[in-house]
């Protein structure tokens, strides 16, 4: 059995706003560079470390992260275990170099960042204290934020009857979805609060100006939260399973295109500055408060973490190509994260938990993010989630009937192998 070590702590943000209009990733046809900004984008991270174990944990504001783990990964000394998660706005510039359908990417831009996250590194392992106790806290307040997309709808066709009925990207009111907002405060021995780590799932979509560069709901809520403990402190964002969630930005009226994308209503709308705006400031109201009721435990010692991953050919076919990577990092009695490179539906986040229990955060969008990662239901129903998105990724596969299953699979795999550990 190991031997349970001090286990020292560090937090620090870097700013990776980029200094010149370059275009933004997330939609296929917007290529041109982003004309205003609503705020800056950074890297916050956050360094567990014992004697036998370094994790660091990056939350960057991107789309996706791409192949940066492996970039900084070479820059860096010694081994560290390394976590990069992206936060998934739909409004900073694209560091991913394959999917390029996605946005334009910037390859000075990418190299920036790269040399931004070293540096923050550096940083974390300069400044290293023991943590006095971590708080945990959960709210179920967040529902009236998000909703499914993934509604039934009909859509006008080319063949009689010249109307078909399909899966369509549209307002599913009677779908459930997971609504937790988590979060977790950690405080040192000088009774500060560097550092908040949170998770809700939600796309960071839907912004009133699409040509705005924007951190979205994760910036917003963590200048929310710098009000109270400072400009110092690190706020690390681990998006949800939301590869089938978005904003509530609803209505009932119809226009032409809803033709084509789907009718009857309600359906999914752009809104004005300050719809926008009041869904910003509710999460971040909702973030805020739940981190009032923190309860803060004693110090803890034990840390651990796991990587495996499965072969995409497994759940896709031999047509695709590359792995999907699980990462499982558990500091006992504080923080159980559970990663997975994809975008994936909501509904694993339940799987999640009763594999690795009801304290599990799910978390997507962490490493190289390959495509989504439908369950079975979504795959017998079809739709952009499980065919439409493969040709804008550049994902040759086709996802197998009992791929739900097949992850299982993987997660229980993940549960049960041997962890570095302290």
């Given at each position: 059995?190991?031997?349970?070590?001090?286990?020292?702590?560090?937090?620090?943000?870097?700013?990776?706003?980029?200094?010149?209009?370059?275009?933004?990733?997330?939609?296929?046809?917007?290529?041109?560079?982003?004309?205003?900004?609503?705020?800056?984008?950074?890297?916050?991270?956050?360094?567990?470390?014992?004697?036998?174990?370094?994790?660091?944990?990056?939350?960057?504001?991107?789309?996706?992260?791409?192949?940066?783990?492996?970039?900084?990964?070479?820059?860096?000394?010694?081994?560290?275990?390394?976590?990069?998660?992206?936060?998934?706005?739909?409004?900073?510039?694209?560091?991913?170099?394959?999917?390029?359908?996605?946005?334009?990417?910037?390859?000075?831009?990418?190299?920036?960042?790269?040399?931004?996250?070293?540096?923050?590194?550096?940083?974390?392992?300069?400044?290293?204290?023991?943590?006095?106790?971590?708080?945990?806290?959960?709210?179920?307040?967040?529902?009236?934020?998000?909703?499914?997309?993934?509604?039934?709808?009909?859509?006008?066709?080319?063949?009689?009857?010249?109307?078909?009925?399909?899966?369509?990207?549209?307002?599913?009111?009677?779908?459930?979805?997971?609504?937790?907002?988590?979060?977790?405060?950690?405080?040192?021995?000088?009774?500060?609060?560097?550092?908040?780590?949170?998770?809700?799932?939600?796309?960071?979509?839907?912004?009133?100006?699409?040509?705005?560069?924007?951190s979205a709901f994760p910036g917003a809520a963590r200048?929310?939260?710098?009000?109270?403990?400072?400009?110092?402190?690190?706020?690390?964002?681990?998006?949800?399973?939301?590869g089938d969630i978005r904003p509530r930005f609803l209505?009932?009226?119809?226009?032409?295109?809803?033709?084509?994308?789907?009718?009857?209503?309600?359906?999914?709308?752009?809104?004005?500055?300050?719809?926008?705006?009041?869904?910003?400031?509710?999460?971040?109201?909702?973030?805020?408060?739940?981190?009032?009721?923190v309860r803060f435990g004693e110090a803890i010692t034990?840390?651990?973490?796991?990587?495996?991953?499965?072969?995409?050919?497994?759940?896709?076919?031999?047509?695709?190509?590359?792995?999907?990577?699980?990462?499982?990092?558990?500091?006992?009695?504080?923080?159980?994260?559970?990663?997975?490179?994809?975008?994936?539906?909501?509904?694993?986040?339940?799987?999640?938990?009763?594999?690795?229990?009801?304290?599990?955060?799910?978390?997507?969008?962490?490493?190289?993010?390959?495509?989504?990662?439908?369950?079975?239901?979504?795959?017998?129903?079809?739709?952009?989630?499980?065919?439409?998105?493969?040709?804008?990724?550049?994902?040759?596969?086709?996802?197998?009937?009992?791929?739900?299953?097949?992850?299982?699979?993987?997660?229980?795999?993940?549960?049960?192998?041997?962890?570095?550990?302290?």
């Open positions: 059995m190991n031997r349970p070590s001090e286990l020292l702590f560090s937090s620090a943000h870097v700013d990776i706003t980029p200094s010149t209009p370059i275009p933004l990733a997330g939609y296929m046809h917007r290529t041109s560079p982003f004309t205003s900004s609503s705020g800056r984008l950074e890297i916050n991270g956050v360094r567990f470390a014992s004697h036998e174990l370094e994790v660091i944990i990056l939350s960057l504001d991107a789309l996706f992260c791409g192949d940066l783990e492996g970039e900084i990964a070479a820059r860096v000394t010694g081994t560290p275990r390394l976590l990069l998660l992206a936060s998934h706005t739909h409004y900073a510039p694209s560091l991913d170099r394959k999917r390029h359908n996605l946005g334009i990417f910037t390859a000075g831009y990418i190299d920036e960042v790269v040399t931004a996250a070293v540096r923050l590194i550096e940083t974390l392992r300069k400044e290293a204290s023991a943590i006095k106790s971590v708080g945990t806290a959960t709210s179920e307040n967040a529902a009236a934020f998000a909703i499914s997309r993934r509604g039934p709808r009909f859509r006008i066709a080319r063949r009689w009857p010249f109307i078909r009925r399909e899966m369509c990207l549209a307002p599913a009111l009677k779908r459930q979805i997971d609504t937790r907002l988590s979060a977790l405060a950690i405080t040192t021995e000088d009774n500060d609060t560097p550092a908040v780590l949170w998770n809700w799932a939600c796309h960071p979509v839907s912004a009133a100006d699409p040509l705005s560069l924007s200048e929310g939260l710098r009000e109270t403990l400072g400009q110092k402190a690190s706020v690390v964002f681990c998006q949800g399973f939301t209505g009932r009226i119809p226009k032409p295109m809803d033709l084509v994308t789907g009718f009857p209503g309600p359906y999914f709308r752009e809104p004005d500055q300050n719809t926008y705006d009041r869904f910003l400031s509710g999460v971040t109201s909702v973030l805020t408060n739940s981190l009032k009721a034990q840390l651990s973490y796991t990587r495996t991953k499965l072969a995409l050919s497994s759940i896709a076919g031999d047509g695709a190509e590359g792995d999907l990577t699980f990462d499982h990092l558990q500091i006992a009695g504080a923080l159980n994260l559970v990663c997975i490179s994809a975008e994936p539906f909501n509904s694993y986040g339940q799987l999640i938990r009763n594999i690795f229990g009801d304290d599990a955060w799910p978390v997507g969008y962490s490493g190289d993010v390959f495509g989504y990662l439908p369950d079975n239901r979504a795959i017998g129903e079809g739709g952009y989630e499980v065919v439409g998105f493969r040709p804008i990724f550049g994902f040759s596969g086709q996802f197998l009937p009992d791929t739900e299953d097949r992850i299982g699979t993987a997660l229980r795999a993940l549960k049960e192998a041997k962890p570095y550990s302290s």
